[in-house]
Structure formats: C-alpha cells, structure tokens
C-alpha cells in the first residue's frame, strides 16, 4: 500500500501527523507533500517545525500568490492543480489522505477524482459557516471514503447521497496528539522560557482568521475583538492568521497594535501549541481548535461570528454570532463562575477518544481498490 498525505496549513498537519506516525511505525510506503501556508515565511515556515519534528517531507508545492484576497486564492489553486497532477502521476499512491476544509485541499480533490487515484478523506461531513464548508461538502462529492468524526457528520453525509459502506466513523485523529502528550507531561515551564509567556491560566490565547465572504468586516470586528480583550487585565497571546483572503489585514492592524499586555506569534510547533493552549485561561476567536481540541482539556472557549457557525459544538463553548463588545465581557465574566467551571470539567469530547489514527489505518488496510470503491454511486 502507497499512501499520499497532503498538509498546507497547520490545522490540517494536526490531523495527518499522528497517521503518519503510525505510517512510520508500520513501515508502510507513504510520502509526505507540503504546500501552502507551511512554505512561507511571513506564516512561520510551518516545514521546520514538521522537519525538527522527525518527519521527511518528501515534496513541496509552492502555490501561494501574495495579496491573499479572493483572486490570488483562486490562481493559487490553479498553481497547485498543475503540480499535484504531476506528483500523482509520478507516485501512483493507492490512497490520497486528505484533512478538512481548506482551498488546497478541495484542488487535490478534484485531480485525485479526474485521475481516478482513490480519496479518504478525514473529518468529512462536518459543517461550519463560510465558504469552507461548501468546500468540505464538494471534497466529500469527490472522496471515495469518509473518515468521519462522529454520528452527527455520519448522519449528514447519508443526507448528502453518500453511499453508507463509504462512511466511517473514526473520531478526528489530532486528538491522538492530546491523549499523547498528556501522558507524556511536558515542562510547561520549560515552554514559558521559550516563548516568554506568561503563568498558567493567566493569558488569553487567541485565534483569529478572516472570513473569506466577509472581508469588508474583518477590521470592524477585529477592533471589537481587540478592544474587548484589552478591557481585562490577563495577557493575550495572539497566534497570526493562515493566509485566507483578509488575512493581512488582521496582521497588520494586530502588528500596528502591539503592547507588552498582546504578544504576538506566527506559529508553534504543534505539541508547543497543545500545551500553550491546555493551560491558558479560555480560547478564543474563530479557530476548528476552540471547537474540537479544546474541550479534551476541558478549558473554555469563546467562539466569535460565523466562521464555524454550524458545527456540532461541545458545552466549553460560549457562541457569539455576531460581534458584539457587550457580549464578549459577559462571556469572560461567565467563564470565571464556578457554575461554568463546574460544568466544562464534566464535558467529554464529541470528537473522538485521542484513538482515531490506528482506526484509520486499519481501515484502509482492510479495503480493497475495487470498482465498487472508485465508482460511486448517489443515493438520493
């Protein structure tokens, strides 16, 4: 078995990594392709962190044109397109492995399918609230296998026509990563020096992202974000956008603000960001993380806007649709009662069980490319 994984942001390398490591451990022939956000520097230069890590990147896309607004992501993708044709050509993998949502990854869907090179497809089914969904739902269309993360998604892919013996419920295998790490306790203190962060549970971590169909709101509500936060006394610790349309200008507005009280980081190394984030106070923005990993460590989240509007959300979640200063104080004030505190510390993570990876695998062990596989089917 021939197995392709595909990462360009760092959300999506949270999802493919623990699979990769039991790859690894089984020796089974993979390769690694990394594009996108992780190849450039003004994002971190995610590569190194997955190099340091211990993995081999055995091919890289640069695909990014700068400007990072509707037009460039369109002839981003078209960039991609060419060269993962070619890489698809040329390895001839039994399984492509791709994670989520994003533009790059709807790209390598559509030359997997016209290249009749078989799809599974992690996290699938799952809904949230700006264009990304609708590209997760098409990369569902071309996907010949779902790894789903749970029931809620099984049963929305069955209502979008998918054939049932497609669809698998897995969990979401970046919270492999979480089960890891907390057996393995690392320093957080070590992590603090590093970083110059401050104690635990007295900073913000922040997550903020443009939304793409949005964009003529992104500084308002930026500044309602900003503002809010500067009204409490703890320290923020802002981890910088992907490079989505409007990305530049929550950085630069977030650059031209910076104090000693808002610290600002292009990225961690994903075990760092793990750590940094079980032990902040809340998190909060509009980052997948507030939602799926962050109630595995049972700390609140403070979910803003739209951006993942639909998803199936765990009880740590305080939801604010629309941007409102009033309602973000009255979230943090809400975090701090000892009814809230008591209730997250009883949650479990709709999620998954931190096992999803090793399910993965033996699932796409088990399957044979039969036509069955590679012709699908509507059910509706």
């Keep these: 078995m021939k197995i392709l994984f595909l990462t360009g942001s760092r959300s999506d390398w949270g999802y493919i990594k623990p699979i990769i490591e039991i790859t690894k451990k089984l020796k089974i022939n993979h390769k690694l392709c990394v594009t996108n956000m ?3 520097d003004s994002f971190g230069y995610g590569i190194n962190d997955i190099k340091r890590e211990g993995f081999v990147v055995h091919e890289e896309i640069y695909m990014s044109l700068d400007g990072f607004n509707e037009y460039t992501t369109v002839k981003s993708m078209g960039i991609f397109l060419i060269s993962f044709t070619d890489i698809i050509k040329s390895y001839k993998p039994d399984w ?5 949502d994003r533009y790059e ?3 390598a869907a559509m ?3 016209y290249t009749n090179t078989p799809i599974a497809h992690i996290q699938a089914g799952e809904v949230s609230g700006n264009i990304d969904g609708q590209a997760r739902h098409a990369i569902g269309k071309f996907a010949h296998l779902h790894l789903a993360s749970n029931e809620d998604a099984k049963r929305r892919l069955v209502r979008l026509g998918e054939e049932k013996f497609r669809i698998k419920v897995v969990g979401a295998p970046q919270l492999d990563d979480i089960e890891k790490l907390k057996k393995k306790k690392l320093n957080f203190s070590l992590i603090r020096s590093n970083y110059n962060i401050p104690p635990k549970k007295k900073y913000f971590l922040v997550v903020f992202h443009s939304v793409t169909e949005d964009i003529k709101n992104v500084k308002k509500n930026f500044i ?12 923020k610790l802002w981890i910088l956008p992907n490079n989505d349309p409007g990305s530049s200008i929550i950085k630069n507005m977030l650059i031209s603000k910076r104090n000693e009280d808002n610290l600002i980081y292009e990225n961690f190394p994903r075990h760092h960001y793990l750590e940094i984030l079980s032990n902040a106070f ?3 923005g509009n980052s997948s993380s507030g939602i799926i990993e962050s109630s595995s460590y049972k700390i609140p989240s403070i979910n803003l806007g739209r951006r993942q509007k639909n998803r199936l959300k765990p009880k740590n979640v305080i939801d604010i649709p629309i941007f409102s200063e009033n309602k973000i104080l009255k979230a943090i004030s809400k975090i701090k009662t000892k009814k809230f505190q008591k209730q997250i510390s009883m949650i479990n993570n709709p999620y998954g069980d931190g096992k999803s990876s090793a399910k993965i695998i033996k699932i796409l062990k088990s399957i044979k490319n039969e036509k069955n596989l ?6 509706y």
């Design 105 to 107: 990854t709807m790209a």
């Design 224 to 235: 309602c974000l900003f503002n809010s936060l500067n009204k409490n006394k703890l320290k």
């Design 111 to 113: 030359a997997c399918a």
């Design 374 to 379: 590679m012709m699908k089917e509507m059910t």
């Design 282 to 284: 809340c998190i909060i």
């Design 96 to 100: 492509v492995i791709l994670a989520g």
């Design 38 to 40: 992780l190849l450039l």
